[in-house]
């Protein structure tokens, strides 16, 4: 037995979203296959068709967008099967969209995320999130990032909290060739040249999978998760403003966290939760030496 960490990210361009986001989501391998199976069945039940073919690709910027609340609040809820037949005649036909097909699709987008993230919960999946302020410092070195560390270190307590023959495996959306040579090489240095990497290399498998994300619905989820995660989740340590209108949304994924209990200066029973927050990503030394000059 395993569990899968499906990973994705939101916010790296630093420009428009408040937060960088590392987010993954844990499955165990029996769940994974029921779970992807009844997102398609609610893809059928929300939009009339399957939309992650390529149509509407299930990602957070392109289901929960500002305008898509805009959109969908421009008229009364509509009932199920209505809505449901009008945004698969606009998913078909985009050209010619009326008001109320555009609200109909809006509405079932909404609709999806929130079922979609029930469905999380109903099979145990947990969220992990690194969350690193727009404005935090990056470090210069060519060694593996502190928000992926952190992420790794919350997998592991996880893992380590289940049973010592269940493993976890690591699934990235893919990157450019050069770039997911880039993070394999680091993945490797840090498992197999620190000590906390050569502990956490006995539950985590330490070479990563990379697989297309508009084909796995997993990672799809681990985006949208991502997502709400950078807009709407406020926890601890991030003090910008949250967008209200995801405020429900947040609330899902956060249901979703894992909180470990650990011994830490004392404390037998330290929270450590799977969302970690940091305000700065360079190492001890880099940042020391910046703030002596």
């Not at 630093?14 to 997102?39: F, H, M, Q």
């Not at 145990?124 to 992926?148: H, M, N, Q, T, W």
């Not at 926890?235 to 609330?251: F, N, P, T």
């Amino acid at each position: 037995m395993s569990y899968m960490l499906f990973v994705d990210e939101s916010g790296q361009d630093l420009r428009k979203s408040p937060y960088e986001v590392l987010a993954g989501i844990a499955i165990e391998d029996r769940d994974l296959w029921n779970l992807i199976c009844r997102v398609q069945d609610a893809e059928l039940e929300f939009f009339g068709r399957r939309v992650s073919d390529g149509l509407l690709e299930l990602k957070g910027k392109k289901l929960l967008k500002r305008k898509t609340f805009r959109q969908a609040a421009q008229m009364d809820p509509m009932p199920v099967e209505r809505r449901r037949d009008l945004a698969r005649a606009l998913l078909e036909d985009g050209a010619s969209g009326t008001r109320e097909q555009i609200t109909a699709l809006a509405q079932a987008k909404l609709a999806f995320v929130s079922h979609l993230l029930a469905l999380c919960g109903q099979f145990r999946v947990k969220a992990f999130a690194s969350i690193v302020d727009r404005d935090a410092p990056r470090p210069e070195g060519d060694f593996l990032r502190k928000d992926y560390a952190y992420l790794f270190e919350r997998y592991f307590y996880f893992l380590e909290d289940r049973s010592a023959e269940q493993l976890g495996l690591v699934v990235f959306d893919e990157l450019e060739r050069s770039q997911c040579h880039i993070l394999i090489d680091q993945m490797s240095r840090y498992f197999r040249k620190t000590t906390r990497g050569q502990a956490r290399a006995s539950l985590v498998i330490p070479e990563p999978f990379f697989v297309h994300s508009h084909l796995t619905t997993a990672v799809q989820i681990a985006d949208i998760v991502a997502y709400l995660t950078a807009w709407g989740v406020r926890v601890g340590g991030m003090y910008r403003s949250a967008r209200e209108e995801l405020a429900g949304m947040a609330a899902q994924v956060c249901d979703l966290r894992y909180r470990a209990r650990r011994e830490v200066n004392g404390n037998s029973d330290f929270s450590i939760w799977s969302f970690a927050v940091i305000d700065d990503l360079r190492p001890r030394d880099e940042r020391e030496e910046t703030d002596g000059q």
